[in-house]
T-cell receptor
Framework: NAGVTQTPKFQVLKTGQSMTLQCAQD?????MSWYRQDPGMGLRLIHY???????DQGEVPNGYNVSRSTTEDFPLRLLSAAPSQTSVYFC???????????FGPGTRLLVL | GDSVTQMEGPVTLSEEAFLTINCTYT??????LFWYVQYPGEGLQLLLK?????DKGSNKGFEATYRKETTSFHLEKGSVQVSDSAVYFC?????????????FGQGTELSVKP
C-alpha cells in the first residue's frame, strides 16, 4: 500500500492564481481530511469528508473548496490564492470505525 | 471552546535524558487523546493514544496517561535518543464518527544532542 499520497510536494503561486492540491489513499478509508500547518499554531482542519459525495467545513474553510467523487481521492482547490494561504497542507484519512488518522507527506505552498 | 495547550518549545536535551512534554486540553465530554510525531520533512504519524480516563498509551519507550481530573496527557520518555528529535503534537478527537476530526496543540519541537 502507498498509504496517503499528496502532490505536488512544493508549489509557488502568485496572488490570485488558482490551483488544486491532490490527495489520494489506497486503504479504502471512508473519512478524509485536509489540515493546514502554520508555525506556532499546530494543525487546523480545513475541510473533511465522511464518504464519496459528502463534504463538510472544518475550522478554517474560507478560500478553499473540496469535492469527493471517489473514495480514493479528495482534492483541495484554491480558487484565488492569497499570501495568507502560505502554509504546509496535510491530507489525512481514517476508517469509519477508527480514530487513528493516517497523514500524507504534505504539500508546501508559497503564495507571493 | 475546545483547545489543546502544549508546553512551548524548542526543548533541547542531551542523549539519555528524561523527557516530559506537558499537554492539557479543554473539551466537554470524554475525548480520545493522541500524541503524533512529525520527523523532519515528513508527515505526522501516530505515536500513542488513550481512549478513556486512566488509560496509559505507550510506544517506542514513550508513555502518556489520560488524566481526566487534571485534563492532561503528558508525554514522557525515560531516556531519549538523537533519533527522537522531531516535533510532537498533542491532539484529541471529540467525535470519532464525524470524520475523525482532530484538535491539535501547537506542537513542541524536541532536539536531542549526542
Amino acid at each position: 500500500n502507498a498509504g496517503v499520497t499528496q502532490t505536488p510536494k512544493f508549489q509557488v503561486l502568485k496572488t490570485g492564481q488558482s490551483m488544486t492540491l491532490q490527495c489520494a489513499q489506497d486503504m479504502n478509508h471512508e473519512y478524509m481530511s485536509w489540515y493546514r500547518q502554520d508555525p506556532g499554531m499546530g494543525l487546523r482542519l480545513i475541510h473533511y469528508s465522511v464518504g464519496a459525495g459528502i463534504t463538510d467545513q472544518g475550522e478554517v474553510p474560507n478560500g478553499y473548496n473540496v469535492s469527493r467523487s471517489t473514495t480514493e481521492d479528495f482534492p483541495l482547490r484554491l480558487l484565488s490564492a492569497a499570501p495568507s494561504q502560505t502554509s504546509v497542507y496535510f491530507c489525512a484519512s481514517t476508517r469509519r470505525d477508527q480514530e487513528t488518522q493516517y497523514f500524507g507527506p504534505g504539500t508546501r505552498l508559497l503564495v507571493l | 471552546g475546545d483547545s489543546v495547550t502544549q508546553m512551548e518549545g524548542p526543548v533541547t536535551l542531551s542523549e539519555e535524558a528524561f523527557l516530559t512534554i506537558n499537554c492539557t486540553y479543554t473539551a466537554t465530554g470524554y475525548p480520545s487523546l493522541f500524541w503524533y510525531v512529525q520527523y523532519p520533512g515528513e508527515g505526522l504519524q501516530l505515536l500513542l493514544k488513550a481512549t478513556k480516563a486512566d488509560d496509559k498509551g505507550s510506544n517506542k519507550g514513550f508513555e502518556a496517561t489520560y488524566r481526566k481530573e487534571t485534563t492532561s496527557f503528558h508525554l514522557e520518555k525515560g531516556s531519549v535518543q538523537v533519533s527522537d528529535s522531531a516535533v510532537y503534537f498533542c491532539a484529541f478527537a471529540k467525535f470519532y464518527n464525524q470524520g475523525g476530526k482532530l484538535i491539535f496543540g501547537q506542537g513542541t519541537e524536541l532536539s536531542v544532542k549526542p
